[in-house]
């Protein structure tokens, strides 16, 4: 009964101390105007972005990004084949990471290629 007591001391005070507080009064300058809107705008998309990843495993890095270019150019090929130009596809980087087994002591395995695509659509 005691901390239920506190509890309820304590919500009133801390109500009278908000409510003592001070709120600033807005003191209008002479031959001001004050100005405020919200707005609102809508359109139709007309620019579509898709991001893709391609990555290839091999024995080899040099495999590996052998085979990541032949799947950059079997991309190619699709937006060719559908009516794309090809530079609108921004190839990234490609980045070769080694791939490792753990037990019984650390040796390589083989290695990742990955590189990102970005495909941009306009008036789609």
């Known amino acids: 009964m005691r901390s239920a007591s506190a509890v309820v001391a304590v919500f009133l005070i801390s109500v009278a101390i908000t409510l003592a507080q001070e709120h600033p009064s807005v003191s209008a300058l002479p031959n001001t105007v004050y100005v405020g809107a919200d707005g609102k705008f809508e359109a139709v998309p007309d620019t579509a972005q898709i991001q893709m990843n391609i990555a290839a495993q091999d024995d080899s890095s040099q495999a590996a990004y052998q085979r990541a270019s032949k799947d950059v150019e ?38 990742r290629v990955t590189t990102d695509i970005t495909l941009k659509l306009k008036d789609f």
């Open 74 to 111: 079997q991309m190619r090929q699709v937006l060719r084949a559908n009516g794309l130009d090809p530079k609108s596809a921004t190839v990234g980087f490609f980045s070769v990471q080694p791939l490792y087994e753990w037990k019984p002591k650390q040796r390589v395995i083989g290695y």
